[in-house]
């Protein structure tokens, strides 16, 4: 499933092709994703100004005069801008029309993915319980550690609730502890400030990181033929188990915590 960074990098990538243009209206050839398209969402879009592009956790929120796109990438999915006339392929299930021939095609195998027009965005049940942004003002070392006191579930699990902060996932989550030396399996409650300092600092460091490498190394949005999928990091723990510790040499640890692969290294994470 596409993490944060990818979700980001798509949002830089379309974004520059679709701003201050008009809706012209909408195709829908596939409405069953993992919530129905509207079925009325050419009718409801039509004639407005896309005013910006924005992202919620996983979620880009496209931003109208009188309401907002929701479009979540589910499992499979990924974004292209076209011309309105590039030959349909399976599994293009929705098509936005903007004025200028363009065309945003939302193209999902799976079907996870969600695309829908919302009214009121910030009281949709997606979004409206969401944590504050990795990147954002709100996400420091004493916000993660006044919200886990009294928490006995794993850090690694707090790290990833959306309730807590949004958008951590499992890749970045693994490599964030590691980075900031925390055994993935410390009760969140028994942390202290300066750990989780540590800690905030390292989740931003490698959510950057991982933004600035998918805009160096990308797909052309614009090419029809083109795939999301995981940047090509240097990971220093996910996905190495029994691998050599980059720090100390040691064999790193696989284990599971809350059904997620989760590596780590006994003698560093502590």
């Known amino acids: 499933m596409p993490e944060l960074p990818e979700v980001e990098v798509t949002r830089l990538g379309i974004s520059p092709h679709l701003s201050g243009k008009n809706l012209r209206g909408a195709i829908v050839r596939e409405s069953r994703l993992r919530l129905a398209v509207n079925?009325?969402?050419?009718?409801?879009?039509?004639?407005?100004?896309?005013?910006q592009i924005r992202r919620r956790g996983k979620y880009l929120?496209?931003?109208?005069?009188?309401?907002?796109?929701l479009i979540h990438l589910g499992m499979s999915g990924h974004l292209r801008v076209l011309p309105q006339d590039t030959p349909v392929e399976k599994h293009d299930h929705v098509d936005l029309l903007f004025d200028q021939d363009?065309?945003?095609?939302?193209?999902?195998?799976?079907?996870?993915?969600?695309?829908?027009?919302?009214?009121?965005?910030?009281?949709?049940?997606?979004?409206?319980?969401?944590?504050?942004?990795?990147?954002?003002?709100?996400?420091?070392?004493?916000?993660?550690?006044?919200?886990?006191r009294q928490r006995q579930i794993p850090v690694k699990a707090f790290l990833m609730d959306a309730h807590q902060v949004v958008g951590v996932g499992n890749i970045y989550a693994n490599e964030a502890l590691f980075a900031a030396g925390i055994d993935p399996r410390r009760p969140a409650g028994r942390i202290s400030l300066a750990r989780y300092t540590l800690l905030a600092a390292a989740v931003r460091s490698v959510l950057?990181?991982?933004?600035?490498?998918?805009?160096?190394?990308?797909?052309?949005?614009?090419?029809?033929?083109?795939?999301?999928?995981?940047?090509?990091?240097?990971?220093?723990?996910?996905?190495?188990?029994g691998q050599a510790c980059i720090r100390c040499g040691k064999a790193l640890q696989g284990i599971r915590i809350g059904g997620r692969a989760t590596t780590y290294c006994s003698h560093c994470q502590h």
């Open 208 to 241: 950057e990181a991982a933004i600035q490498q998918g805009g160096t190394t990308l797909r052309d949005f614009t090419r029809p033929d083109g795939r999301n999928g995981y940047f090509r990091l240097s990971l220093a723990v996910y996905g190495r188990e």
């Open 102 to 148: 363009t065309c945003l095609r939302f193209h999902d195998p799976r079907r996870f993915g969600v695309l829908c027009w919302l009214k009121e965005v910030d009281a949709h049940p997606l979004i409206a319980r969401l944590g504050p942004e990795p990147l954002g003002d709100d996400f420091s070392g004493t916000y993660l550690h006044a919200q886990s």
């Open 61 to 69: 929120l496209l931003d109208l005069q009188r309401g907002s796109i």
């Open 39 to 51: 079925a009325d969402l050419s009718a409801q879009v039509a004639g407005q100004k896309l005013e």
